[in-house]
């Protein structure tokens, strides 16, 4: 997509339909702002009769409590106000921000592997939190000071034209050099702001992955070059903020001088005025105060510009992403699966490429229902992307897959997935309990099920030592286990499921000969007999198998029975020798 056309489009197109929702509520809010804003105009008003009164003694006890009154209701009602319209637009801001969180984490669940592949999690968690807060800022506070500016700066100008009109204008001219400037700082203030939020982004990527990492650092004793590193990020942050806060820091001090010079220009010209006759003392009291309630607005504006621009970078990035759909589609059509799955499965010339690199190429097998396969390769010769292609990571460049004669784009995602039991190459555990990470499927599991899947899994004698049994803590992605336990964890789960097709990704690495032998036999003896694929380098948990498919770069080299391929005396069976060997040394 060219950034012409994302330019034409509208930022609304998102957050426009969740806006209309709320609109009755912005509304309402604004209508409640602007009496806010006209209550606050007219009390200097009253105040100045009431001096101008005092001083002409013509003030009497009743018109004093007419004004006293007037003014208590004015302030009454400025007081309740204000509490609402706070409470109707920060309030409908919440609101927004929070259904557009919900479906840019829907549209993250949603987006298929290769979204997930190029988008870093630090940036995807950007958008979910400063990015957010951004937008939310500019409808919230942004539309605020907006509509602030305009009601307010109309009905005090209204007012003070009431009282004076070239005293107005003259006082006006700092106020207008306000305004000219914080709207002049307010880009710089913005970049100057985006570069702050930069670094501060870098600093907390530094952070979390300094802490995912941390065993790392301690092996490899790089505290110290953590630390530096940190500090490097740190001080560049400070710099940042230094260079903000020169900036800011000026205009704020300058603004507060305009103000000042305006109300010199009032007791200058107004003192004149009054000597003369034509104003009085009541006039100058108010147009100070209306002086005070206009530099706000001038702020505001400045402020409010700066927020939207905000908003809208962000907005810009959300709407990207809310814009991106799977690449991962079911085909129309796709239809709920009435029975269960046999486990048959077909690639038909599947090729896989991915920038311009074959990593699958023109490969082609049968795997019967109940069949037990193993699956064998140098490491990177596309063993894991045969499951990924199974599972619908990813879809072939060429060719198809087939599961029960089917082409696996005609299933509805969900039942595929159901049907396929996973242990992935790289083990995940969720830092929740032993037996939330063992059932994560959302049917109804008895305590039986799970029971069985770890015995099954051999895991079921270690659990039952842990102090909390199955509601042990596992930590953050399971550290307090060992590798072994971890595996035989996600093993459980992958059980669990009853799968119609069992995938083992290189799930036996971390437990000894022994144990996994236990868990294929297992295996074998299940009673549903799922399609069952072994990957793995060990020709111990190979040669229990129906079948043996080699794969080498991405091509599948060799293909037979345990039996059948030594006789071959090919890869595979050089890999039997030197595991042999390997296995005699161990021994002796
Ligand atoms: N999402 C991806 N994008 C680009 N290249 C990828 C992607 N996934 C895998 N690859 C590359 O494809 C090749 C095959 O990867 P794959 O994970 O299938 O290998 P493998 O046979 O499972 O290896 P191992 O024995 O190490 O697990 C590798 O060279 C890898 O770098
Ligand atoms: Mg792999």
Same mark, same amino acid.
């Given at each position: 997509m060219s950034t012409t056309e994302t330019k034409q489009?509208? !930022?609304? *197109?998102? =957050?426009g339909p969740i806006i209309r929702k709320y609109w009755v509520r912005y509304l309402c809010g604004i209508l409640i702002l602007a009496a806010v804003d006209i209550s606050q105009t007219i009390i200097p008003g009253i105040t100045a009769t009431v001096i101008d009164d005092l001083s002409s003694f013509t003030a009497t006890a009743h018109t004093l409590l007419v004004a006293l009154l007037q003014i208590s209701a004015l302030v009454a009602g400025i007081t309740v106000g204000r509490y609402f319209w706070r409470f109707l637009i920060w309030g409908s801001a919440r609101y927004l921000e929070q259904e557009v969180r919900d479906n840019l984490f829907a549209k993250y669940l949603e987006l298929s592997a290769d979204f997930h592949d190029v988008h870093k999690t630090g940036d995807l968690m950007a958008l979910v939190t400063n990015d957010l807060e951004a937008v939310r800022q500019s409808l919230g506070d942004g539309l605020l000071m907006i509509s602030d500016f305009f009601i307010m700066t109309t009905f005090t100008l209204i007012a003070m034209l009431r009282f004076n009109r070239s005293l107005t204008l003259l006082a006006l001219i700092p106020l207008a050099l306000i305004a000219l400037i914080v709207t002049r700082a307010g880009p710089l203030v913005f970049k100057l702001f985006k570069r702050v939020q930069d670094a501060f982004s870098a600093l907390t990527d530094y952070v979390e992955e300094a802490m995912t990492g941390m065993r790392i650092i301690k092996v490899f004793t790089r505290e110290k070059d953590a630390a530096r590193g940190l500090r490097a990020k740190a001080m560049d942050l400070q710099r940042r903020d230094i260079r903000l806060i020169k900036v800011w820091g000026l205009a704020g001090p300058l603004i507060d001088f305009l103000g000042a010079i305006s109300v010199l220009v009032l007791l200058w010209y107004g003192g004149i005025l009054a000597t003369r006759g034509t104003f009085t003392i009541g006039g100058l009291v108010a147009f100070n105060t209306y002086i005070g309630m206009l530099a706000w607005p001038m702020t505001a504006l400045g402020q409010a510009i700066n927020l939207f621009q905000r908003g809208q970078a962000s907005a810009a990035r959300i709407n990207e992403i809310l814009d991106q759909s799977s690449t991962i589609q079911e085909l #129309?059509?796709? /239809? #709920? !699966?009435e029975r269960e799955l046999r486990g048959d499965i077909v690639f038909e010339h599947v090729t896989f490429e991915r920038e311009g690199h074959?990593? =699958? &190429?023109d490969v082609s097998f049968h795997i019967a229902s109940g069949e037990r396969i193993g699956v064998i390769g140098p490491i990177g010769s596309g063993k894991t992307t045969i499951v990924s292609l199974l599972t619908r990571a990813y879809d072939p460049s060429a060719g198809k897959v087939l599961v029960d004669g089917v082409d696996? *784009?005609?299933?509805r995602l969900k039942d595929l997935r159901r049907a396929i039991g996973v242990v992935t190459q790289d083990v995940f555990l969720f830092s929740d309990s032993l037996e939330e990470n063992i059932n994560v499927t959302d049917l109804p599991v008895s305590e039986k099920e799970i029971g069985e899947a770890t015995k099954q899994s051999d895991i079921y004698n270690n659990i039952s030592e842990f102090? @909390?049994?199955?509601?042990?803590i596992v930590g953050e992605r399971g550290v307090t286990l060992s590798g072994g336990e971890k595996q035989r964890v996600t093993i459980a789960r992958a059980f669990l499921k009853k799968p119609r097709i069992l995938v083992l990704d &290189?799930? =036996?690495? /971390?437990? @000894?000969a022994d144990t996994e032998k236990h868990i294929l036999d297992n295996i074998a003896g299940f009673k549903s007999r799922p399609t069952t694929i072994v990957i793995s380098n060990r020709i111990s948990a190979l040669r229990q198998m129906d079948r043996v498919l080699v794969l080498n770069a991405g091509r599948v080299a060799e293909e037979g029975t345990h039996g059948a391929l030594l006789r071959k005396h090919g890869w595979y069976w050089r890999v039997f020798r030197r595991q042999l060997v390997e296995h005699k040394v161990e021994k002796e």
């Open positions: 489009k509208s !930022i609304w *197109r998102h =957050l #129309p059509g796709a /239809a #709920p !699966i074959k990593i =699958l &190429d696996v *784009r005609q299933y102090k @909390d049994e199955f509601g042990t &290189d799930a =036996l690495s /971390a437990v @000894d």
